[in-house]
């Protein structure tokens, strides 16, 4: 019988919606038992010596929560998505209290460098790119004009799908959000000939640090990668690559680089490529290039730069079993998340990492700016990762863009990029979090970080580049501070 | 009865001096042994389709050497090193053919912050630190004048102490030479009451990156740090620390901020503070900060920025189990050692490590230039190091600043640094190595490095500043190139 998988089969299409739904309730159902199988909302209380939540700021954080929490799941489609902006302006695609836990389908950008392995037959992607000469379901995409008719709707100034925003009950400017990762799940293929396998894209853009330097002169390629849709397998293989080719998208603009997100590549125009890193295997490192809050200074905030409130980071340590702390800029926090990744190495070098669609599973945890006072978090006015055995710093090359640049930030961070700056900016960070977290003087803080702090090279693709700053926590595990 | 450890004996002095002769002697018959248990000389033609040296290579460059390899000891003292400069131009301290074994030590060129703890009771340091009004054992510092007298013989243009050369048989311009790291010993402290312990010194110096960032204003800080000989211990600690303050070296010039090396501290002068990280466990990373051969450029070079011939990299993973490959540029290739430090992070942010002396077992192969073509190490034009785990580049601000910048290269490079510089070198160093050695196309090897590489901030500090990337050698266990 057909399965959803037989073109041929007269009820096909009857079949195929079908197994799509199935699929979709089946998704969500293992989520939610892996959920409960990690403890739940057991781990809300659990603030240990080794995170930055005290047991006392996570007992207080506790007392304002619902004494058990929810669960919520929020797809991608064209009605929960916004693309290539952050805005404290956008409607919330669910409204939550702390503690809760939110299941969130995050969609690559790149997913119609290659639609027949990353779109078709998948609802909620099909939705988002749907594009016809008639009809484009999301029409806006980035920061720019919504009606700018050069390149399409938004400009294409911020490329980024983001899935939300996500409201945080109670959530005011000066608390802390914590969002822990609990789960990424690949979103698998709808492929017939590719069960159980998720693929992703590589683009080596126009905007990469590599692209002056080509010794074979400037283009844009596209490699695409296979992952195991299960995440078993840790390794990606490349499937083939091909150059970019002038596109038309469907309402005629023709787009001769990658100048705007979601142009659908016509496979007739580009010339597949096999025989690409043979053998090769690259390790996967799911996680999220961009979780982010709505930041306060503008209403329309492109995508691409990462600021004060997280977005676009790009750090590929951002993933299952890692937690990050952002400062609330505006009320509800309004979280979104975006920009998954397979795999990225520090720097994220030719301007993407292998984009691929993801679903993640969050627990949020609201701690309220009275409460923080007098710990560890007190003072945190930028983005932090902790992971098991580690906490990281992300410095910029402009901590607050959009408030340090003036009125044209948004542009003008495009152009005034170093790693020299963000190595600065992620050594200020350190040492602030050195003398008020762990009560350093500045004097033990910069020995330390000159012998104990591993400083590495984020991003150098995303505007306002990074470089973040890891320190082990067993430095800590016998100190008094 | 006194064991050269009382000084209240009669017979002290005689006594001292027999068991500084017994410590030297079980310090080098304790490496011999450990060379021998660690397989010696059999690991000569080992080499594995898992290193960059090809089993054919392997085979060509062992038939050029002896059947059994020798072992060598150097000793540091005012006979053996060099202070602050490499040379074409120096007396080899030890010749050896391809397969050697050699034990080298070690010393900080930053003992003199506490002679106490670093150099008195240590016959090889006391020669090399020697400094009284009327003699100065080693008086040339640096690359500079050697009779300047406005801060001291070669003007303290270059710092680090290194051991040698060690000249190597048959070595020739276009050759390659591996240097194995097979061990690595912190070197003990001869004071009386810390027995069983090591010492080194933190400066948080003029050139350090966070300098012009003070919050409380301009000073130089020394932290002093203690290890546990053995190695056994995997952490350090500090002991106290000081600012730097106005010495007068024996020679009459006096030093407001740390101009010019081995300058001795008046601890009379200094304020100790011993209040200082208390608890906090350092992760112990033994390395040497320079390993180098000497350049052909110049007759004396400065020795801290590093350049394609090695030298001052200050990659703390250049340790214990690495190997490092070098071109060589002279005949002999002239290698020295130097700079050992107990810990860094990656940047060396506030100036310097944790220095500190240790003596090294190294095992030196050398690869000539007709049996390296068609190899992995063909077109290898700059420092490369090895781990059990992967392969790392060196990227400069300038790959060889002595060659690109002309005359002044020696005075101008420090102004011209940045680490946007040093990445892009990296990036091609990279993409050479991702083509030459894997047999890559660009456009294979740019998405590589975009998805599978990590880019990181090996030092800011030093002249020419770095950036390492790194590759993990499991991507390609399957490949077929």
Redesign the interface.
Known sequence: MCAGDDVNCPEFERHRAKMREALGMERRSFLKSAFVATGGAAALAAGTASTLVTPALAQASAAKAPDQPSYHYLPANDQTVHWGYFSKKLKPQVEIDSGDIVTIEALTHHANDDASLMIKGDEGAESVFYWTKDQKKVARRGAGDPNDTKLGGGGGLGVHICTGPVFVRGAEPGDVLEVRIVDTKFRPSMHPDHKGKAFGS?A?AWW???YK????GPRE?I?I?EMDASGARNW?K?AY?YKWTPQTDPSGVVHKTIDYPGVPVDHATIKKNTD????????IRPHFGVIGLAPKEADYVNSIPPSYTGGNIDNWRIGKGATMYYPVAVEGALLSVGDPHA????????????ECSITGTFQIILHKKADIAGTPLEQLEYPMLETKDEWLIHGFSYANFLAELGPNAQSDIFGKS???LA??DA??KM?TFLMTTKG?T???A????????????TQ?VDGNWG?HAVI?K????????
């Open positions: 590589n080596a990469g640090f590599h330097e080509l010794l074979d390629v490699t990668y990606a490349a690559n690409v890193l043979k053998g090769v295997r690259v390790p795999s990225q190495g520090d720097s994220e070098m030719c301007g993407t990492a292998i170093s790693v020299d190595l600065k050594f200020k040492r350093l500045e004097d033990e910069v020995s330390l970080m000159s012998i104990a702090v591993d400083f590495g090279i150098v470089v082990k067993e430095i800590f595990a016998d100190a008094s501070v």
